[in-house]
C-alpha cells in the first residue's frame, strides 16, 4: 500500500483565491482525518469521516473552509477565499476505528500540504 | 472536551542525556494514548501507543512511556538520547466515546553531538 496520499505537497497561492488539497486515504479504513499544523497552534483536528460522513466538524474555523468525502478513496478540503493566516501544513489521516482495543487502530498520515498564502 | 497538555515547548540535550518529556489530558473515562514524532522535513510516525494492559510501554528507538492514571499522564522518556531523536513529539489521546484524536501542542527536541 502506497500509504496516505495527499496534494499538492505545496501550495502558494495569493489571498482571496480558492485553495483544494486532495486526500487518498489507504484502502479499507473507513476513518478519514483532516488536520491542521501551525507553530502557534500545533495540530488541529479540522473534521473527520466515518464511512464517508462527516462526523465532527466543529474544528473548522469559519465557513471559507468546507471538507467532502464524495468516496471511500477520495476527501477534500477546500479553502474559499484564502487568507494569510490559513498558512499552515495540512495533514490528512486515515485509520481503521480509532477507539479500542485493536493494536491496528492507529493514524496514518500523509506527508502533508504546504499551504503559503500571500 | 478532551485535552491534551504538554509542558515542554522546547527541550535542548546534549547526546546522552536522559529524557523525559510531560504529557498530561483531561478525560475521566477509558483512553488509548499515542506519542508520534515528526522529524525535520517529514510526516507524523507512530512512536508507541497504549491501548490496555501493562501501563509501561515500550516503543521504537529506545523509547517508552508510562501511563499513571491517578496522574491522567502518559510521559515519554529515554534513557539516552541520540542526535537523531532531534525532533517534535506529539503526545495525542482518543476517548472511547468519540473517535476524535486530539493532539497537544508539541515538544521540540533538539539533541547536541
Known amino acids: 500500500d502506497a500509504g496516505v496520499i495527499q496534494s499538492p505537497r505545496h501550495e502558494v497561492t495569493e489571498m482571496g483565491q480558492e485553495v483544494t488539497l486532495r486526500c487518498k486515504p489507504i484502502s479499507g479504513h473507513d476513518y478519514l482525518f483532516w488536520y491542521r499544523q501551525t507553530m502557534m497552534r500545533g495540530l488541529e483536528l479540522l473534521i473527520y469521516f466515518n464511512n464517508n460522513v462527516p462526523i465532527d466538524d466543529s474544528g473548522m474555523p469559519e465557513d471559507r473552509f468546507s471538507a467532502k468525502m464524495p468516496n471511500a478513496s477520495f476527501s477534500t478540503l477546500k479553502i474559499q477565499p484564502s487568507e494569510p493566516r490559513d498558512s499552515a501544513v495540512y495533514f490528512c489521516?486515515?485509520?481503521?476505528?480509532?477507539?479500542?482495543?485493536?493494536?491496528?487502530?492507529?493514524?496514518?498520515f500523509g506527508a502533508g500540504s504546504r499551504l503559503t498564502v500571500l | 472536551a478532551q485535552s491534551v497538555s504538554q509542558h515542554n515547548h522546547h527541550v535542548i540535550l546534549s547526546e546522552a542525556a536522559s529524557l523525559e518529556l510531560g504529557c498530561n489530558y483531561s478525560?475521566?473515562?477509558?483512553?488509548?494514548l499515542f506519542w508520534y514524532v515528526q522529524y525535520p522535513g517529514q510526516h507524523l510516525q507512530l512512536l508507541l501507543k497504549y491501548f490496555s494492559g501493562d501501563p509501561l510501554v515500550k516503543g521504537i528507538k529506545g523509547f517508552e512511556a508510562e501511563f499513571i492514571k491517578s496522574k491522567f499522564s502518559f510521559n515519554l522518556r529515554k534513557p539516552s538520547v541520540q542526535w537523531s531523536d532531534t525532533a517534535e513529539y506529539f503526545c495525542a489521546v482518543v476517548s472511547y466515546n468519540t473517535d476524535k484524536l486530539i493532539f497537544g501542542t508539541g515538544t521540540r527536541l533538539q539533541v547536541f553531538p
Open positions: 478525560y475521566g473515562g477509558t483512553v488509548n
Open positions: 489521516a486515515s485509520s481503521l476505528p480509532p477507539a479500542g482495543h485493536s493494536g491496528a487502530n492507529v493514524l496514518t
